[in-house]
């Protein structure tokens, strides 16, 4: 039973439960196909946790043999890497300095830098949060599809939360929709760099954006994402 998600363009996500505080939260991960150019193989975004069948659905989608590249693309998100890692080599795998620096045990090759460039660096860019160095998220643009990859900066959470969830979320300074947390805003320590990545990143063309908690944004909800940029 195939669990990715086609979104189009070779773009790919799967969405798995997990809870925060009793919340479901859920924790997306994505999967890019790269062309030729980039030395084909897979794009895998902050992976769920590893099962044989998820290997073997992405074995599907990029034959064994071909490169798989792990992207571990904030501090915070070090859940599920182990297995991963003992299946990726090194050298396709990339994280942000400070998340290496709090696993000095994994063996992680590439440093998710804002100059860095990978070989699937001419279909996926990726720019770091600046100013909020205890997250150091990255975010990633597909360009193929015109989909935004955020992390925690922002999440789209819909539907009913339940009594205990909307408390919690009320605590949490984070309203239904597209918001961001109030633990989330704790972490940035310069306002003003942090407002000019993101400057940055409202200069890609993106017209869908994938949230690591919550439902995916896309038509009249990428205005209000993008308004919502321009708030900080």
């Known amino acids: ?13 799967r969405n798995d439960p997990a809870k925060v505080l009793g919340m479901e939260m859920g924790h997306r991960m994505t999967v890019a196909t790269l062309a030729e ?19 073997n659905e992405l074995e599907a989608l990029a ?7 792990l992207i571990i693309p904030s501090r915070t998100h070090d859940l ?3 297995e991963w890692l003992k299946r990726i080599p090194a050298s396709s795998t990339y994280a942000p300095a400070a998340l290496q620096r709090a696993h000095p045990k994994w063996d992680i090759g590439q440093t998710l830098t804002e100059d860095l460039q990978a070989p ?5 860019e990726h720019t770091r949060l ?38 919690l979320l009320k605590l949490n300074q984070c309203q239904q929709g597209i918001s961001t947390s109030r633990i989330f805003k704790m972490t940035i320590a310069d306002r003003c760099a ?3 990545s993101l400057r940055r990143v409202l200069t890609w063309d993106f017209e869908r954006a994938i949230v690591g908690h919550g439902e995916l944004i896309g038509g009249d909800a990428v205005t209000k994402l993008r308004s919502h940029f321009l708030d900080w």
């Open 80 to 82: 599920h890497l182990s």
């Open 130 to 167: 600046e100013g909020a160095p205890r997250v150091s998220e990255v975010i990633c643009f597909h360009k193929p599809s015109k989909t935004l990859i955020l992390v925690d900066c922002v999440f789209n959470l819909q539907g009913k939360a339940g009594f205990i969830g909307s408390l």
């Open 37 to 55: 150019e980039s030395g084909g193989g897979l794009w895998i975004h902050s992976p769920v946790a590893w099962s044989q069948e998820l290997w």
């Open 194 to 196: 942090f407002r000019e």
């Open 63 to 69: 034959p064994n043999g071909a490169p798989k590249h």
């Open 120 to 124: 699937w660096s001419s279909e996926i």
């Open 1 to 13: 039973m195939k669990t990715l998600h086609d979104l189009g363009a070779g773009l790919f996500e």
